[in-house]
């Protein structure tokens, strides 16, 4: 009878080590089922809400139109666009994803950062001014307000805003049109005006843009609120 | 005149209903299958440039001696392989040799695809005919001198090229001989998964054992499931499964893998999935690797632990045991624990998604660590990682997270 007793145990201790080693490990994380948590990758550099970066490396984000996120990330995927980490992350991405990711990042409304304001020399606050908002007309570049918006945060649903960026970024962008390391689709109307562009006027409208205020709305204008002065690949389908 | 006229367009549709017909001539079934062992091979992978047209070539496959950009294989009859017949096509997959006899380099797997079927190539033969005619000049290799005389190449096959179609196994199982034809043949997966000597040849090490991917520095596992193998705790639902979703619970496809799976694999029938995994269960036992024992890496292996409980044990678990279906375990993970450390490394410092499949729609991902931690960090964390719970793997040095951080991720 006890040697049944101590087989019985011995069969039910057995069991139940099998049973432990077949259930979850009681450490094991509890991960929430969001998208937020499955975006870790790209918010670990551009902010949990898209905020951005105080660096040149990780712009904000939050609230920039969708159309315009998606195609980026759509641009990185396919080599048009070029920045090692951010090419590497989006490639095994498909344009579902992609569309669901920018869409997370264009619903966010949080405060922008403010960056350092470059100094700038009278004249170059001029230049920059005039290329902002009136454009040089003798060497075919519109004015930034007249695409991006008249206070230049971007227009539904695919352009960019161009407000709370630091210096470093936005000159770097400018720049890479002209390394062929940014590209847009045909006809690409950045690297037109680009290509017009000297090294002083890049800084001078960087600079420019970059101590522009924050409005009061810095949400992007509404769709078909610009007429815009140039053809571009990038914008409408 | 209207006669004529209707007689002309009669006969112009008659060449053009004609024309048609040679062009579709195929059988609709060697079309099909050819469409799924082009899949199985991953043909479009290599033969398509990014944001090119499928099967145009132009991507870049790099080598150690150089770059080798991919040929179109399109039937453009001027700058792809219109004009080939099915034997000259069968010569370039069963032999290496190209249409007008230049000795291919073996970039192209034609050492894995000499173990296709006739019948097989055909079918890809039959269903490259189907895709879209892209006229597309192909570019010259970028091959350094003395690999740049093609000539050369006649001695390397001598030396490593064995030729062949797949011989079943009659003592073996259909579903095995299936796996091995898949593995061996159109799957080519030896071309990754085995070390490549000073010539590049796959010979050096025993089929399948694992191998630093050159170029591309990526470890590719070992694919043994049995003791001392890169697979050893992998039961063949976890190998089915990664094929078809790029996760599993034993590990997560990434870096070249992930590329395989989401444009290869996920696609293949459920019971070609389960041959591959009855296949690679009777690879054979490997020795126990070299676990580093000699290096005292107690201080770091210290440190690594606190970075480990502040950075990765939330998602990763403090036993690294991940979270079944979202975040791999690190416990037991061959990538974990492969000989040179060159994937921990490169994951903790770029992150990554796991690759979109139809199994996986919306996959999680890792955030990169490049911006966070230092050299130093890395390299401690990576070593906390290889050497805990199950794993015994050596020791990371700085120096290694030196040289892969400036690697490219592309």
Known sequence: MSRLLCCAAMLLALLSTGMAAHAAPTDAPKVPDTLKQRIASCTACHGESGEGSDNAFFPRLAGKPQGYLVRQLQDFRNGLRHYAIMEYTVRPLDDDYLREIAGYFAAQDVPYRTHPVPSMTAAQKARGEQLVTQGDKARGVPACTACHGSNLTGVQPDIPGLIGLPYDYLSAQLGSWRTDTRRAAAPDCMATIVSHLSDADISAAAAYLASHPIPDDPRPQAAGSVTMPLRCGSVGS | ?410
């Not at chain 2, 080598?63 to 294989?73: A, D, R, S």
């Not at chain 2, 990554?352 to 499949?357: E, H, K, Q, S």
């Not at chain 2, 793997?393 to 400036?406: L, N």
Request: aromatic share 10%; with cysteine; charged share 20%.
């Open chain 2, 1 to 410: 005149m209207r006669a004529s006229n209707i007689a002309f367009r009669a006969a112009l549709a008659l060449g053009m209903v004609l024309a048609g017909f040679a062009v579709a001539h195929a059988d609709p079934a060697s079309v099909e299958r050819g469409r799924y062992l082009a899949t199985a091979g991953d043909c479009a992978s290599c033969h398509t440039a990014l944001n090119g047209a499928p099967f145009a070539g132009g991507r870049v496959v790099g080598t150690p001696f150089g770059g080798i950009p991919t040929p179109n294989i399109t039937f453009d009859r001027a700058t792809g392989i219109g004009a080939w017949t099915k034997d000259e096509f069968y010569l370039a997959m069963h032999e290496g040799v190209s249409r007008d006899g230049t000795l291919l380099y073996p970039a192209f797997p034609f050492t894995s695809y000499t173990r296709m079927t006739r019948a097989d190539v055909d079918a890809v033969y039959d269903f490259l005919g189907t895709v879209a005619r892209v006229s597309r000049k192909n570019d010259e290799p970028q091959l350094s001198w003395p690999y740049s005389m093609r000539s050369l190449m006649s001695a390397w096959r001598l030396l490593y090229f064995d030729k062949g179609e797949y011989v079943p196994d009659p003592s073996k199982s259909a579903a095995w001989n299936r796996g091995a034809y898949l593995v061996q043949g159109p799957g080519h997966c030896n071309d990754c998964h085995t070390a490549r000597n000073s010539l590049g040849a796959t010979v050096s090490s025993p089929r399948l054992a694992g191998g630093l991917i050159p170029v591309q520095d990526w470890y590719a596992s070992d694919l043994s499931m049995a003791k001392g193998g890169g697979l050893a705790n992998f039961r063949q639902q976890d190998i089915v499964d990664l094929l078809k979703t790029g996760r599993s619970a034993r590990g997560t496809a990434f870096g070249p893998m992930a590329e395989v799976v989401q444009m290869s694999t996920q696609y293949l029938s459920d019971d070609d999935l389960a041959a591959i995994a009855t296949y690679l269960q009777s690879l054979p036992p490997r020795p126990a690797p070299d676990q580093g024992n000699d290096i005292d890496a107690s201080a770091s292996m210290a440190r690594g632990q606190k970075i480990y409980a502040d950075s990765c044990a939330d998602c990763h678990g403090v036993s690294g045991t991940g979270v079944a279906g979202v975040y791999p375990p690190l416990d037991a993970n061959s990538s974990v624990a492969e000989p040179v450390g060159v994937n921990a490394i490169r994951i903790v410092l770029s992150g990554g998604f796991a690759p979109v499949t139809a199994g996986n729609r919306r996959p999680y991902s890792m955030p990169p660590f490049a911006q966070k931690l230092s050299d130093q960090e890395v390299a401690d964390v990576t070593t906390y990682i290889r050497r805990s719970w199950g794993n015994n793997a050596p020791p990371v040095q700085i120096d290694d997270v030196r040289k892969y951080r400036s690697t490219p991720t592309y």
